[in-house]
Every structure is written in C-alpha cells, then in structure tokens.
C-alpha cells in the first residue's frame, strides 16, 4: 500500500509501505476513505515534535472503513464505516477511569505520532472498541471527518473548558480550523457576542459567515480598543487562544475581564510572558489541555440532526495519491484561502 511517511525535519515522501496487520485481539485494520491534513503535521514536519520518529506514517484523523478485527474487538464489525478519534483509548488505565482519554497509559495521541498513521491506505488502530465511531449511514463524510480532531478539540479544550455561558461576550484568537471549530462549538451555548481576531482577513471573513458578531485584525486595528468600547472596559469573559504564539496569549491576558476565563487550544513551541503582575488580582482561569475527544459522541449526533455543519470548514479537495501537492496548498494556507483539505481514496 503507499502511505506517507517522514523522513526527518522537512522531508516527506508518498511511498511503498508493508500493509499494516493485526498486532494485539483489540485492534481493527481501517482502509481510509477520506484523510486530513492538520496544522500538527505541519509542526511535525518543522521537526518541532522530537518524538516522531523517521519512518513514521504521518496523520490522525479519517474517516474510513473497517477491513478486519482482533478477535477481542465487540462493538466494531468487519464493513462499519467508522470515524478515526485522533486519541486512542484504551478504556482501563488510571487516566481512562477519569476520562482524561487525551493522556491514555496505552493510546493518547499516538496517531500519525508514536504509531504510523491515517494519511495512508490502511492503517492500524489499537483499542478499537474505544478508538472508532461507527458512523450512521446518511451522515455527510466530509462533516465527520471534522469529528476526528477539531471539532472536539475547539469544543473540549476552547469552549467547555472556558465555561462559555448565555449571554457572555468571548474571543477567539486565531481563524484557522480550530478557531472556527471553537466559533462554531461556542454556539450551542449562545453567547452573546463573539469576536474573532485574526491576522488574515479571508479568515475573518470566514469567521463572519460562520457566526461571529465582530472580526478584528491586529495588524490594523487596535484589539484593546474596541474590545473596551465593546465592553464598558470591562474586558471578555472568555477568551480562546487558537494560535500558539507569544502575541496571542497576551492578547488574551490584555482583554480578559475579572472572573474571566482564557482557554488555551493553540500548540506552543515557544514560551510566553505570563503577566501576573496585573493578572494576580482579576480572579481569572487560565486552562490548557489536549482533546479527549469524550464530546465526539454528541457532535455526531449535532451533525446528523444538522445542528451544526463542520463541513463548511473544507475549502480544498485532492485525491489521497495527491497528498504531497496537498501539503504544499496547506503549508500556504493565507495564499490559497485555505482551511481544511479533504483526501479521498
Ligand atoms: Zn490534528
Ligand atoms: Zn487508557
């Protein structure tokens, strides 16, 4: 079968790769049918994730459809079409009992990272039962690819863990796919305001379409500013930092009003000034984590009632042998206005 593989920092190749078999009875072997491009793999290949190794399959989300089973795996059958949770679960370990899947003794994010991954034909997935969503027949494919990743990562780690609440006014940083997977998640607890900042005005513009009351662009106008007038100067009640740089968290630590909360989702590869010395005395929450991905149950059901349309975040499509020309739309997301890219096999 071919597969993507890494080959070291900025290398990548579409190649001939063994099959993967059935190692332990609770795995299932996957044939994809449609993969994603996230901006993780774009760290991966930077070389900022030291612990994928060379070799490795890249990618964690898909959509795709059951070849063969362990023979301890129950609820998944051979021929289920099924979503691909980018957190593998084993269900039993200390952190599974308390439903911190994201930090699984046995799974965790694993995909794409310490095991080959989903931007293949095949791939192998460990604790199964666990691990995949059978996905109901009528549910558009493209929507519940949204459903491995994204989705509930801005629903879990933006949304729930900010405690967006009625009537609240919030921010979110940053318009990529997480961003806008926040904006659209935040909605079902219907805030009453929200802004999204950006640095790109497509991206905000997109933000609009998908909900937001207020767009702001950094770079020619001045965040602070209109988020007082906005406010009374009191400042957001949640903000949703969805980049992972040094300006956006303090973005975040410059708006956010007493008793607010500032849930970080972004990916930080550098450290950032933690502003204390006005912070110390505004009673806020500052949260951080990695998606457990326990809400992608109820997402599916909000995208099969059509409560929520995570497809609209699907700008590009390649088919799956295309996949190094993918790379290369996504690793110029601003130019080529784009935000996720679907795989079809
Ligand atoms: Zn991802
Ligand atoms: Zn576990």
Not at 218 to 231: A, F, G, R, S
């Amino acid at each position: 079968m071919k597969a993507l593989v890494y080959h070291g920092a900025g290398k990548k190749r579409w190649e001939e790769k063994a099959p993967p078999q059935l190692v332990e009875p609770t795995d299932a072997i996957v044939r994809i049918v449609k993969t994603t491009i996230c901006g993780t793999d774009l760290h991966i290949l930077k070389g900022d994730v030291p612990t994928v190794g060379q070799g490795r399959t890249l990618g964690h989300e898909g959509i795709g459809i059951v070849e063969s089973i362990g023979e301890s795996v129950r609820n998944i059958k051979v021929g289920d079409k099924v979503i691909i949770s980018c957190i593998t679960v084993c269900g039993s370990c200390s952190y599974c009992k308390r439903q911190l899947y994201a930090h699984c003794k046995d799974g965790g994010w694993i995909l794409g990272h310490k095991i080959d991954g989903t931007q293949a034909e095949k791939v192998r997935i460990p604790h199964a039962d666990n691990s995949l969503h059978r996905l109901p027949g009528g549910v558009d494919e493209e929507a519940a690819l949204m459903l491995s990743d994204i989705l509930p990562t801005g629903l879990e780690i933006g949304v729930i863990n900010g405690r967006v609440q009625p009537g609240q006014t919030i921010a979110l940083i940053g318009a990529g796919p997480v961003g806008l997977s926040a904006l659209l998640a935040s909605q079902f607890y219907s805030p009453a305001h929200i802004i999204m900042i950006d640095t790109d005005d497509n991206r905000l513009s997109v933000a609009r379409q998908f909900g937001a009351n207020t767009v702001i662009n950094p770079t020619k106008q001045n965040v602070v500013e209109i988020i007082n007038k906005l406010t009374d100067g009191i400042g957001v009640d949640v903000a949703i930092e969805c980049v992972g740089i040094p300006a956006t968290f303090k973005i975040c630590q410059d708006i956010i009003a007493a008793g607010g909360f500032i849930a970080n989702v972004g990916v930080h590869g550098k450290s950032v000034d933690l502003h204390l010395e006005s912070l110390w005395i505004k009673n806020i929450t500052i949260t951080t984590g990695l998606v457990n991905t326990s809400s992608t149950p109820m997402l599916l059901k909000s995208v099969q009632s059509g409560k929520i349309a995570p497809e609209k975040l699907v700008t590009h499509h390649y088919p799956l042998s295309e996949i190094e020309a993918a790379y290369e739309v996504f690793g110029n997301a601003a130019q080529e206005k784009a935000l996720k890219i679907v795989l079809s096999a």
